[in-house]
Structures are given as structure tokens and as C-alpha cells.
């Protein structure tokens, strides 16, 4: 089991800035990649960024140039800077998880947090 608590969301004007955080607890052991996604009403969640245990970063080309993904293993938490915020990146995001074991993989997710940019 892991458990995902994710903070830093708010309102923020266009042009702004946030930083998210998610703190993994539990089995992080077999925490292999982390990741952010985001769902805006009546649509689909979708990949923001996502992050190896290595380090290897992905980004939806909506974001690339904007915002970065990282890591902090000692703390077992994955932050998202977001700068240049536009109303288009107002969702719910939500921080992943992906264990793997040799018998499964699994991924895990938080409660999300909200963020919101005004124009």
C-alpha cells in the first residue's frame, strides 16, 4: 500500500506561479515512476509530467517550457513547478504512483488538489 498527500494548489492569476507537492508514505520501496496528472471538468484526465526513479522526465508538450517535475527520494516526494500559469491549466491535479513488484504493477493515486487560474 502507499499513500499520496498532495499540497499547493490554489488561485493564481495568469502568468503566476505554484508549486505542488506529494508525499508518499507506505510501501515506497516499490515506488518505481511518479507523476502529475490533471482532469478539468468534463474531460478526461490527462499525463501532465511524470518522473523515473532515476530521474528521466516526460512532459505533455501543453506544459513543456512551463513545468517542471522532480524528485526528492531522501523525502519520498515529487514536486511540480508551475510558472506562466494560464487559465487553461485550471484542473484538479493529481499526483501518481506506479509500484512494481514482480507480481504486479499498480498505480496509486491522491485526493487531488485544485488549481485554479484566473485571467
Known amino acids: 500500500q502507499v499513500q499520496l498527500v498532495e499540497s499547493g494548489g490554489g488561485l493564481v492569476q495568469s502568468g503566476g506561479s505554484l508549486r505542488l507537492s506529494c508525499a508518499a508514505s507506505g510501501s515506497i520501496s516499490i515506488i518505481n515512476n511518479m507523476g502529475w496528472f490533471r482532469q478539468a471538468p468534463g474531460k478526461q484526465r490527462e499525463l501532465v509530467a511524470t518522473?523515473?526513479?532515476?530521474?528521466?522526465?516526460n512532459y505533455a508538450d501543453s506544459v513543456k517550457g512551463r513545468f517542471t517535475i522532480s524528485r526528492d527520494s531522501a523525502k519520498n516526494t515529487v514536486y511540480l513547478q508551475m510558472n506562466n500559469l494560464k487559465p487553461e491549466d485550471t484542473s484538479v491535479y493529481y499526483c501518481n504512483a506506479v509500484t512494481v513488484t514482480i507480481a504486479t504493477t499498480y498505480p496509486y493515486w491522491g485526493q487531488g488538489t485544485q488549481v485554479t487560474v484566473s485571467s
Open positions: 518522473i523515473t526513479r532515476r530521474g528521466i522526465t
